[in-house]
Nanobody, 122 residues
Framework: QVQLVESGGGLVQAGGSLRLSCADS????????MAWFRQAAGKEREFVAA???????YYADSVNGRFTISGDNVKNTVALTMNSLKPEDTAVYYC????????????????WGQGTQVTVSS
């Protein structure tokens, strides 16, 4: 069973950077795609970035060029480096995992972490 634990959230000023980490403490054989989603207050959960087992990366248009997702298949971790942060990036960020090919839909992911808060002040 995949067990995901996020860390690294916090408060940062606009233009700053944060790095989120997600550790898979369970069995890693059941996931082909790792992703980050975020959910702002009063809004639906939205796709941020994903990385496949082979290292292929995908990004939402809103973060492309500012965020970088990376994975370590040996350590069973995935990270999200966020640069040039904006107030609209404020949200709870979730790590997720699924078997199969790329998807940006939360309903397609069967494993989730508890989330970590990112707040960007203006």
């Amino acid at each position: 069973q995949v067990q995901l634990v996020e860390s690294g959230g916090g408060l940062v000023q606009a233009g700053g950077s944060l790095r989120l980490s997600c550790a898979d403490s369970g069995r890693t054989f059941s996931r082909d795609l790792m992703a980050w989603f975020r959910q702002a207050a009063g809004k639906e959960r939205e796709f941020v970035a994903a990385i496949s087992w082979l290292g292929v990366t995908y990004y939402a248009d809103s973060v492309n060029g500012r965020f970088t997702i990376s994975g370590d298949n040996v350590k069973n971790t995935v990270a999200l480096t966020m640069n040039s942060l904006k107030p609209e990036d404020t949200a709870v960020y979730y790590c997720a995992a699924r078997r199969g090919y790329y998807s940006a839909y939360p309903a397609d992911f069967g494993s989730w972490g508890q989330g970590t808060q990112v707040t960007v002040s203006s």
